[in-house]
């Protein structure tokens, strides 16, 4: 079938006098890849469903035995990591919601004729292209309740932002919101300038106020991609490590990311984690799921 | 209802001059069909109407009434746009409640009710309503975006080449339509169009626009009897009016190219010898043998109730309409002649019609 839809070589190329056919080039391109996929990515998954079912501890020398379903039993009975489970959702929904709000507001403002809008993009943009440890080390300076500048912009003398329980995981937040809120910004400009201008014109010429035209024309047509960075920023935000390891470690911001990386590298329990990084993937596949059922539902309105 | 005046209306878009000292007015109830060209600045003028755009210079009046700060919602027009502009994702009957559920007019459910199904009743779209709007043909869909003005009872129609994008006898159908509509509703409507045929058919007034000016206003038998230069000559009618440069000596039309044509003596001697365009529409010329003109068939199209014929006249072409039962063969030698009287001259060099200049 594949070969059915390539366009064929041409036999007077310089890769058919090489003795190159359409599926050698095909494989050429592919294989590579493909072999990469399984070593790095599918064996180390399936290898790992077995090391769940067992007491593995990478540490020891000790054979791993079968104990069946015991660390997934466990490990959903203990209200500890669901405490966990109830940070990373907090985190998830105040972060997200955050950038969605900053960052489909910023694309509203942008989406008009101002003056250098192409450099105030990409400006806007920057803060995405850094790297989470760099970001995370940046904020924990800013943060900085003796020094930080955040504290003296906003005069609040010595507060506690990273120490104190309560703020920490806000924090984190605000961070990943000042993070990713321009890539928000970056998929709602794409949507908010493909929606057609004469739409507008005629909503003018209907008399439809500002918020009715925002609510019956720009929302509804800008809802399938903003799903699309809604889906992609909560599954980023359900796995979020670095930002939240490098700022803190409190308690109350161990999401659920640390938990399992203190259990298989501080803990060494290297079968118990990898039930529970289980766990976390079939949350997130469904999480996803949930969403892109939805957004098939807005496409097809 | 409204009355509409544009004094000296100017736009320009940075160098370029979309429209000079625009100045027209159309009456209550009018049909006024704007005739242009791509680019002479008819959408322009229907923007500046709606509020979508601001003059650079002049004013524009709807009843006697300055609207120069005005919004588009103030204005209470309608605008018909050529590519439809249907809210998206909803249904026919939504799209038509759009303008009525806007916080800032306020109209009680029942009467929306009422005036949706009055709309789509007179658009013929009732069997529509609850379908998405992209799952309607080209001219469903302007039916629809049409409904969706006259929902409201605005105070001026504003329609910008709504037909061009559909097929030939939709087009036709919809012209009668939209014709039938205006006459029913005794609505004010601005009609622009390229198209001369849907000018003339539909128009209680047709202002010629060439270049951002306005050539020549007037009923269409104003337009299409008497134009006021060369080139209304050539933008209305289809095919369009034949232009001979030539020169008159006594009773009789020189042609540059040496044929004689019977002419009147209504003009006297006063251009005898100046260079003059002559005007004649192909109905107005005739093939008959022993006429005093000559030329050879060069093409014959039969459009069934007639036949349009170009002759060839030396370098010159000149198209006439004959019955359909005239039997010509190309590059046959036949001979031909004019009705005099419906002859218009124009000016050999400013192209400006005698009648009017006189």
């Known amino acids: 079938m594949a070969t059915v839809v390539m366009t064929s070589l041409d036999s007077k190329s310089r890769a058919a006098s090489r003795g190159l056919s359409d599926i050698k080039i095909r494989n050429l391109f592919i294989v590579p890849t493909i072999l990469f996929l399984i070593v790095f990515n599918i064996f180390p998954l399936i290898y790992s469903l077995g090391y769940s079912f067992t007491d593995f501890r990478a540490s020891t020398n000790a054979p791993a035995t079968f104990v069946g379903l015991q660390n997934y039993r466990e490990l959903l009975n203990d209200p500890f990591i669901w405490a966990n489970f109830a940070i990373t959702a907090k985190y998830v929904i105040v972060s997200v919601t955050g950038q969605v709000v900053v960052g489909f507001g910023t694309a509203m403002l942008l989406n008009r004729e101002i003056p250098f809008k192409g450099l105030i993009t990409t400006l806007l943009l920057l803060p995405m292209m850094l790297s989470m440890a760099v970001v995370g080390l940046f904020w924990k300076l800013l943060y900085d309740p003796s020094f930080g500048i955040i504290n003296y912009a906003l005069g609040l003398g010595s507060f506690e932002w990273l120490a104190n329980p309560d703020m920490a995981l806000y924090a984190v937040a605000i961070t990943d919101i000042w993070m990713w809120s321009p890539f928000v910004m970056l998929l709602s400009l794409a949507g908010l300038s493909a929606v057609p201008r004469h739409l507008y014109e005629a909503a003018a010429i209907d008399r439809a106020g500002p918020f009715y035209t925002f609510f019956r024309i720009t929302l509804p047509l800008v809802a399938p991609i903003l799903m699309i960075a809604i889906i992609f920023r909560t599954m980023e935000a359900f796995k979020t490590f670095d930002l939240a390891y490098i700022l803190t470690s409190q308690p109350t911001t161990e999401v659920i990311s640390i938990r399992l990386y203190k259990m298989a590298f501080q803990e060494w329990q290297t079968g118990r984690s990898c039930a529970l990084a289980y766990i976390v993937l079939i949350m997130v596949l469904a999480i996803t799921n949930i969403y892109v059922k939805y957004l098939n539902r807005v496409k097809e309105r | ?358």
Do not use: C
Request: zero cysteines; a negative charge; aromatic letters at 6%.
């Open chain 2, 1 to 358: 209802m409204a009355h509409i005046e544009l004094k000296g209306i100017t736009k320009t878009f940075g160098t370029h001059t979309a429209l000079k000292d625009l100045s027209f007015e159309i009456a209550d109830g009018e049909f006024f069909v704007l005739l242009g060209e791509t680019g002479a600045g008819k959408t322009t003028t229907l923007r500046l109407i709606a509020g979508l755009e601001k003059p650079t210079g002049g004013q524009i009046f709807i009843d006697g009434e300055d609207v120069a700060d005005w919004g588009a919602a103030e204005r209470d027009v309608a605008l018909v746009l050529q590519q439809y502009s249907l809210y998206p994702r909803y249904t026919v009957r939504e799209n038509l409640e759009f303008p009525l559920k806007s916080r800032i007019r306020r109209v009680e459910p029942v009467e929306i009710k009422e005036r949706v199904a009055r709309a789509a009743r007179t658009l013929r779209i009732e069997h529509l309503l609850d379908r998405k709007t992209d799952r309607l043909s080209g001219g469903e869909m302007q039916r629809v975006s049409i409904g969706r003005a006259i929902v409201r009872k605005p105070r001026v129609f504003l329609m910008d080449e709504p037909l061009s994008a559909l097929d030939a006898k939709l087009r036709e159908a919809l012209r009668t339509e939209l014709k039938n509509l205006q006459m029913n509703l005794g609505a004010t409507f601005l009609f622009v169009t390229h198209d001369q045929i849907e000018a003339m058919s539909m128009g209680d007034k047709i202002g010629v626009l060439n270049n951002g000016q306005l050539v020549q206003t007037g009923t269409p038998q104003e337009i299409y009897g008497n134009p006021v230069n060369t080139f209304v000559a050539r933008a209305v009618g289809s095919p369009p009016m034949n232009l001979i440069s030539g020169r008159l000596a006594g009773s009789e039309a020189i042609a540059d190219e040496g044929y004689r044509l019977p002419f009147g003596t209504a003009f006297g001697t006063a251009v005898d010898g100046r260079p003059l365009t002559f005007g004649i529409r192909p109905e107005d010329l005739f093939l008959e043998s022993g006429a005093p003109g000559e030329a050879r068939v060069h093409d014959v199209e039969n459009h069934g109730v007639e036949k349009i014929v170009t002759l060839r006249t030396g370098n010159h072409f000149l198209q006439a309409t004959v019955p359909a039962q005239t039997d010509l063969e190309i590059e046959e030698s036949v001979r031909f002649s004019w009705n005099p009287e419906k002859v218009v001259l124009f000016d050999g060099g400013s192209g400006m019609s005698l009648r009017h200049a006189g």
